[in-house]
């Protein structure tokens, strides 16, 4: 079975300290004001003397969801799901820094990196994983909430918690079901976050044409799609949802 | 739109879509083809990997350094580090930018104009170093050596700084510790003769009053304490006027009325003693004064508590029976900071009493003694000075200061009126007192006062703003470091040192060279006549294995008893047992057992003030760090929703605080997380120091707030006793 990689996390040995997100900052040259990762805590209402049930925090980042709208929504193929690890990887070589992933994704887990001017997320760290390191969130957290690896391997220390806890694995659900592959352990705090996928018009056009025009179309508009994508992305919010209607 | 720094390069336009075009004719869909265009496998970084320990706080985590052509691009934690478990937090994380902070000192610096004023001109470091040690010279002439104030941080060169401050002839050496923890240790020495580390990990019921260990970390505590709730079965109770992180993850939360945690711990002890809920073998052989306790306790019942600290008594009655049925391994969590009341060492005896009850001293789940490290010190002999003075400045005016730590306020008073004698220099490391001590304008008085000062730390701290002559010093990971003995309760008892990790920035020296170059020019030379490296050999010569295993793995481990250290030894008070009666304190006079006094009632209209900690902040020496500072980029007001409506004070709105010492401005944060007496606020914000370009006039000083009350058996900082009005400012 080919992998995925994927991370298991348990939400209530989460204590909010941040430590992955800075961790996360540093090992990624990620810039000021922008992140690949969060922690999303649960508003509750103190209630002295009892047991909060919907106190918890939420540890999170890409999701490399099984049904990636960003890949769908990305016009030159930087974006792409992984056959062999199950990752969404973005090629930065490809990247034109469009813009079209980022509404795209219902988790917001993607940016474009103000320095390097493309997409950006979470990628697993796989620079450490070459130097046989954990991602850097996992390698940081006080309470080891974060567990990082391939869930279809039994072995690893993922895959054993994923199978251990099969029946109550949990998922944050967005309106759009993209099948993330970040699991938790039970309740996930803050569940009903995720929005919609909202992808350009003008890729949900092409991807409904036959392969033989997609391909002139491709070809023949290439420029034109690149600058329309860079003007979705540099645009306003609104034209972000002029498009979600299509 | 014509922003430069969204403009695409044309390299990765045709690039893209140049393979793209490929990739479409070819595949089967659109784009599709592209897959096959993966990123070659990533090569793993060429990168040194070095150990360190962290210092972004007192815990002094194990970190490997990721460094790559002499620049440190990552820090991680050392997954052998048994007392961190293995982690490093948002602090550890962003040491980086500590190091590579911008706004650092790079140069000494000599103060052109008035105190204050932030003029400063730049000298060379022999000029330095000869002026330091001349003004030094003359204070001691002037004032006698005990005429100089030495003050330094939690770090492992303050060592040198009481080594200098020794031989040059002054006793008046201050820590931070009296602006944190000394009432607490205090009261635990004073019941059982030594200062104890939870057994959190193995503990089945824990009460926490007085701390937030899952904001504030402790190591191993804060993680104990997860996997003890998470995966032992642990019960977690949090007392707390705030409903923290800690508070939020606990069983049960109670918002205590402040500065009542006595009366409910007294009620405590009422129950399990009226209940006979004690293990009498245990009480009979290993403690003193059962029988007055038990008379004392009689008048504090869960009522009488209920009433005090708004905890219900069958609430307090439930927990005590629970406590004790899980006892042994049951605490009551000694914490850490405890500078909060006038009465703060004998509130925190009365959590050591309880503990007594409970039998947990030196058993699974309970507090445990301190463990053999190893590490010897290093001795010396310092000369005599007929001419000084006979004590230290703080000296008599609490019955029980720790000499070695001394009280900061109360030292800072006795400067201010010159008595008994008059101090006229300082000399200050990597401690910040203007912007940690309580009251600040005080430290201002103070500052004035002193003929010379001379500030040695990496950031020109608010306490560095007022000196005369300021000296940078080497960040943590820059340094030579002697061996640290560190205690982790169960996890651990090991040892640490600092190797330089990259070369040293800027000018910046170590303290111990800065100390052996002042002593040198005052004929003193012979006491720092030794490198670092030999000093850690002489520390370890008793486990002389020690320095190469730390070169190995970062850190020793002496594998040494943890439980039943006390088997066959007596403990080290008047009665040789845990006092729950403390016959010393009678002899001086003081509540042999904590008497309560009800905490003064908040002035209508008016709110108590008071502090806590945050995991991503570390007094005033993280604000100004980029990242950390990302993650609270100001501080605000927590004022409670009802109270905030009653004020006409919406969230997010500038409101003016102010106290009978002072008045600062920041924006309310109106939540239901405060009681509505209560509102806190973080520390570290609105520098003095324009050269801390983040804290610098951002949010609100809250040591220019608190007033400076005292701990009266120890002189620790009261700063749970301040009264704030909170006004809503007019734009």
């Known amino acids: ?246 | 739109m014509s922003n430069s720094k969204q403009t695409m390069s044309r390299r990765d336009f045709f690039k893209a879509s140049g393979l793209v075009a490929a990739g479409a004719v070819g595949g089967p869909a659109l784009l599709g083809g592209l897959k096959k265009a993966q990123a070659a496998p990533m090569a793993a970084p060429a990168w040194d990997s070095k150990f360190s320990a962290c210092d972004m706080c007192f815990n002094k985590c194990g970190l490997i350094a990721r460094v790559e052509d002499g620049i440190i691009k990552k820090l991680d934690p050392n997954p052998k580090f048994l007392k961190s478990r293995g982690m490093l937090c948002a602090r550890g994380n962003a040491g980086l930018d500590q190091v590579y902070d911008p706004d650092r000192l790079k140069h000494p610096l000599l103060r052109k104009g008035a105190r204050g004023e932030g003029k400063w001109q730049r000298i060379p470091w022999d000029e330095a170093i000869d002026m330091a040690a001349q003004k030094m010279e003359e204070v001691r002439k002037k004032y006698t050596p005990c005429g100089h104030l030495f003050s330094a941080g939690t770090d492992l060169h303050s060592k040198f700084v009481g080594r200098f401050a020794e031989v040059y002839g002054s006793f008046n050496v201050t820590s931070h510790e009296s602006l944190c923890l000394v009432s607490g240790n205090r009261a635990f020495l004073d019941t059982y003769g030594e200062v104890p580390f939870p057994d959190v990990l193995n503990s089945k019921y824990i009460i926490m009053a007085g701390a937030n260990r899952f904001e504030a970390l402790v190591t191993p505590d804060s993680i104990d304490l997860m996997t003890a709730i998470r995966e032992n079965g642990c019960k977690l109770v949090t007392l707390d006027p705030r409903y923290t992180k800690t508070a939020a993850l606990s069983d049960e939360w109670y918002p205590i009325r402040p500065g009542s945690d006595m009366a409910f711990m007294l009620a405590l002890a009422h129950v399990i003693i009226g209940e006979k809920l004690y293990n009498p073998q245990w009480i009979e052989e290993k403690t003193y004064g059962l029988d007055q306790l038990t008379e004392h306790v009689k008048q504090y019942t869960p009522g009488f508590a209920a009433e005090q600290c708004g905890i219900p008594a069958e609430d307090i009655t439930r927990m005590a029976r629970e406590l004790a049925a899980a006892a042994p391994a049951a605490m009551i969590y000694p914490g850490r900071r405890t500078s909060d009341y006038e009465d703060s060492t004998q509130i925190r005896r009365s959590f050591a009493i309880v503990n007594g009850l409970l039998g947990n001293w030196d058993r699974p789940g309970g507090l445990l003694a301190a463990r053999q490290v190893g590490l010897k010190g290093v001795s010396y002999d310092a000369p005599w000075y007929d001419e000084n003075q006979e004590d230290r400045i703080d000296a008599h005016k609490v019955p029980m200061m720790f000499e070695h730590e001394g009280s900061f306020l109360v030292t800072r008073d006795s400067v201010l009126a010159e008595d008994p004698y008059p101090i006229k220099g300082w000399f200050v490391y990597k401690t910040n007192p203007m912007g940690t001590a309580p009251n600040r304008k005080k430290t201002i008085e103070m500052m004035n006062k002193m003929d010379f000062v001379t500030v040695v730390d990496i950031a020109m701290s608010d306490t560095a703003w007022f000196a005369d002559l300021v000296l940078p010093s080497q960040s943590y990971l820059e340094r030579t470091d002697p061996c640290a003995g560190l205690q982790g309760s169960v996890a651990c008892a090991c040892v640490v040192k600092r190797d330089p990790i990259i070369k040293s920035l800027y000018e910046s020296r170590s303290l111990f060279d800065i100390m052996k170059g002042v002593a040198g020019k005052m004929d003193l030379g012979e006491y720092f006549d030794f490198t670092i490296e030999e000093f850690r050999k002489k520390q370890t010569r008793e486990i002389p294995e020690a320095l190469e295993v730390m070169d190995r793995d970062g850190v020793y481990y002496n594998p040494s008893k943890v439980y039943g250290i006390y088997e066959g030894r007596i403990y080290k008070t008047l009665s040789k047992k845990v006092e729950l009666y403390n016959q010393r304190y009678e002899q001086m006079g003081l509540d042999p057992m904590p008497v309560y006094t009800p905490p003064t009632k908040v002035p209508k209209n008016q709110f108590r003030l008071v502090l806590g900690r945050d995991a991503a902040v570390t007094q005033t020496s993280t604000i100004n760090n980029k990242l950390l500072n990302e993650l609270n980029p100001t501080n605000t007001l927590w004022l409670n929703i009802e109270a905030a409506g009653k004020l006409g004070i919406a969230d997010g709105d500038l409101v003016e605080v102010s106290s009978s010492v002072g008045r600062q401005e920041l924006k309310a944060e109106v939540t239901d997380r405060i009681r509505k007496d209560t509102v806190y606020m973080l520390s570290g914000y609105n520098t003095l120091s324009t050269m801390q370009t983040l804290s610098h006039g951002n949010g609100a000083s809250i040591n220019e707030l608190l007033d400076d009350d005292y701990d009266t058996i120890t002189g620790n900082a009261s700063m749970h006793t301040t009264f704030v009005t909170v006004t809503r400012k007019v734009a």
Request: hydrophobic fraction near 35%; include cysteine.
């Open chain 1, 1 to 246: 079975m080919a992998q995925q990689l994927a991370m298991v996390i348990d939400a209530a040995k989460c204590i909010d300290c941040k430590g992955c997100v800075v961790a996360c900052k540093v090992a990624n040259e990620v810039p000021e004001g922008q992140w690949r990762n969060w922690i999303k805590p649960t508003s509750d209402t103190p209630v002295p003397g009892k047991k909060s049930d919907t106190a918890r925090f939420q540890p999170g980042a890409c999701m490399h969801c099984d049904n990636p709208t960003c890949v769908e929504a990305c016009p030159t193929g930087a974006t792409y799901k992984d056959k062999e690890t199950g990752e969404v990887v973005i090629n930065e070589g490809l990247c034109i820094g469009c813009g079209n992933c980022i509404p795209a994704c219902p988790y917001d887990a993607r940016f474009r990196n103000e320095v390097k001017r493309k997409a950006d997320k979470c990628n697993y760290c796989p620079e450490r994983r070459a130097a046989g390191i954990p991602p850097a969130c996992v390698d940081t957290c006080p309470t080891k909430a974060r567990v990082f690896g391939d869930i279809n391997d039994p072995e690893s220390e993922a895959g054993r918690l994923f199978r251990k806890n099969k029946a109550r694995l949990t998922r944050v659900a967005a309106k759009t079901d993209t099948k993330p592959n970040m699991y938790y352990l039970g309740n996930p705090g803050p569940g009903e976050w995720g929005r919609e996928a909202i992808i350009p018009a003008s890729m949900v056009v092409m991807k409904q044409s036959a392969p033989l025009v997609k391909g002139i179309v491709a070809l023949s508009g290439l420029g034109v799609l690149a600058m329309l994508g860079r003007q979705l992305f540099v645009g306003s919010d609104s034209d972000h949802k002029e498009d979600s209607d299509a």
